[in-house]
């Protein structure tokens, strides 16, 4: 899913969600020739009838009040914040990202497609009634309320960004067609301070939520360790019919925003255990979605166009070099060398949790054996 106009997307000068890495991606993306292994398709926004699937009326339209006129944003709908200011043709900006992701959805669940990307949604912390942490419309659960809406029974969503994924979580806190999965750095030491192993889902969704609160400092070896430990067993007990993911970039360790030290290879990694996953428990049906990142040349360009090449069935190779061209356009834009290779030159390596068992002193294991048993019983799991 592309179109330059989600580019639009934009808080200003000096904020982290720079949609320069929005448009790098994609020429990294073309540089490659993956444009032409799949087909690239633009959706129109998504429309207002469609934006109530998760949002607010009152919401929707304070949105475009601030749109029309910026000095106007209402605060209290988390409009016009440091985090999320409000900008001129910010609802038209938003609702097209919104719009590219629900279109993902309606074309792998009519079987027009078996896998969809939208790199430049995965805007998770918007809420029904409120703009969050840079997401003015939650994009990734409009997606899931369309497969919902559809006839979807269930819908699983796997969250790897650094953030809490926390308004997909709220959006179906007490839906038992929804399992929402979210690995994060530990809510005590960043936003949006939620994420706690022991919320697990409302009375009609026990175990509908899950989260993996990972503790700062954590690298490729303890993250793959918890994603393997908690995310496999759980879409097998849950049999999802499609499976939703939402592929932040900013667990990496030169994230300027956050504190794990994973690298391009591991997150290229987790990218290809979601394709496998997706045709193991969920018929191939896939929907890959980006997220946060503010690396925005280093990191989030290349971590994406890794995702958009397993999609595809192109997956591009580890010692790649990236292409001379695509590295003259990232100095024309802004003035910066781009890395030389596709990714960080590491191989993860990771202990099986199962098979190794887990160490009560460690941190990292105390966080996995938290979330397993705080929801793995839910499922019929041995914790």
Same mark, same amino acid.
């Given at each position: 899913?592309?179109?330059?106009?989600?580019?639009?997307?934009?808080?200003?000068?000096?904020?982290?969600?720079?949609?320069?890495?929005?448009?790098?991606?994609?020429?990294?993306?073309?540089?490659?020739?993956?444009?032409?292994?799949?087909?690239?398709?633009?959706?129109?926004?998504?429309?207002?009838?469609?934006?109530?699937?998760?949002?607010?009326?009152?919401?929707?339209?304070?949105?475009?009040?601030?749109?029309?006129?910026?000095?106007?944003?209402?605060?209290?709908?988390?409009?016009?914040?440091?985090?999320?200011?409000?900008?001129?043709?910010?609802?038209?900006?938003?609702?097209?990202?919104?719009?590219?992701?629900?279109?993902?959805?309606?074309?792998?669940?009519?079987?027009?497609?078996?896998?969809?990307?939208?790199?430049?949604?995965?805007?998770?912390?918007?809420?029904?009634?409120?703009?969050?942490?840079?997401?003015?419309?939650?994009?990734?659960?409009?997606?899931?309320? !369309?497969?919902?809406?559809?006839?979807?029974? #269930?819908?699983?969503?796997?969250?790897?960004?650094?953030? $809490?994924?926390?308004?997909?979580?709220?959006?179906?806190?007490?839906?038992?067609?929804?399992?929402?999965?979210?690995? $994060?750095?530990?809510? !005590?030491?960043?936003?949006?301070?939620?994420?706690?192993?022991?919320?697990?889902?409302?009375?009609?969704?026990?175990?509908?939520?899950?989260?993996?609160?990972?503790?700062?400092?954590?690298?490729?070896?303890?993250?793959? &360790?918890?994603?393997?430990?908690?995310?496999?067993?759980?879409?097998?007990?849950?049999?999802?019919?499609?499976?939703?993911?939402?592929?932040?970039?900013?667990?990496?360790?030169?994230?300027?925003?956050?504190?794990?030290?994973?690298?391009?290879?591991?997150?290229?990694?987790?990218?290809?255990?979601? $394709?496998?996953?997706?045709?193991?428990?969920?018929?191939? !049906?896939?929907?890959?979605?980006?997220?946060?990142?503010?690396?925005?040349?280093?990191?989030?360009?290349?971590?994406?166009?890794?995702?958009?090449?397993?999609?595809?069935?192109?997956?591009?190779?580890?010692?790649?070099?990236?292409?001379?061209?695509?590295?003259?356009?990232?100095? #024309?834009?802004?003035?910066?060398?781009?890395? &030389?290779?596709?990714?960080?030159? &590491?191989?993860?390596?990771?202990?099986?949790?199962?098979?190794?068992?887990?160490?009560?002193?460690? &941190?990292?294991?105390?966080?996995?054996?938290?979330? !397993?048993?705080?929801?793995?019983?839910?499922?019929?799991?041995?914790?």
């Amino acid at each position: 899913m592309w179109d330059e106009g989600l580019t639009a997307y934009d808080f200003g000068a000096g904020h982290p969600m720079d949609p320069v890495r929005l448009a790098l991606t994609m020429r990294l993306v073309e540089a490659f020739g993956l444009d032409r292994a799949v087909e690239v398709v633009a959706a129109k926004p998504a429309g207002e009838s469609t934006l109530r699937l998760v949002h607010r009326q009152d919401y929707i339209e304070a949105v475009r009040r601030a749109s029309a006129d910026p000095a106007a944003a209402d605060g209290s709908y988390g409009l016009g914040t440091i985090d999320d200011p409000a900008f001129a043709g910010m609802h038209e900006a938003s609702a097209l990202i919104a719009g590219q992701s629900v279109a993902a959805a309606e074309s792998v669940w009519r079987g027009d497609a078996l896998h969809a990307v939208n790199f430049s949604g995965g805007l998770h912390h918007a809420m029904p009634g409120g703009a969050s942490g840079f997401c003015v419309y939650n994009d990734a659960a409009l997606a899931i309320a !369309r497969l919902l809406e559809m006839g979807a029974e #269930r819908v699983a969503y796997v969250d790897v960004d650094v953030h $809490h994924g926390d308004g997909v979580q709220a959006a179906f806190w007490d839906d038992p067609r929804v399992l929402t999965i979210s690995l $994060h750095e530990h809510p !005590r030491t960043l936003f949006p301070q939620t994420g706690w192993p022991e919320e697990t889902g409302g009375e009609r969704a026990p175990g509908g939520a899950v989260n993996v609160a990972l503790p700062a400092g954590t690298g490729d070896a303890g993250w793959l &360790r918890a994603y393997h430990a908690v995310v496999p067993e759980l879409l097998g007990a849950f049999r999802p019919q499609v499976l939703v993911t939402q592929h932040g970039a900013d667990t990496h360790v030169e994230d300027p925003l956050a504190h794990l030290a994973v690298t391009v290879d591991a997150q290229r990694a987790v990218a290809e255990s979601c $394709h496998e996953l997706a045709h193991e428990h969920a018929d191939g !049906r896939w929907i890959a979605l980006g997220g946060g990142g503010y690396a925005v040349v280093d990191v989030v360009p290349r971590t994406w166009t890794h995702l958009v090449a397993i999609a595809a069935g192109r997956p591009v190779a580890p010692e790649a070099e990236v292409p001379e061209e695509w590295g003259h356009e990232v100095y #024309r834009r802004t003035r910066q060398s781009a890395p &030389r290779r596709m990714t960080d030159g &590491r191989s993860p390596q990771w202990r099986d949790f199962g098979e190794w068992g887990y160490d009560p002193g460690d &941190r990292l294991d105390q966080a996995i054996l938290a979330t !397993r048993r705080a929801v793995f019983p839910h499922h019929g799991l041995l914790p």
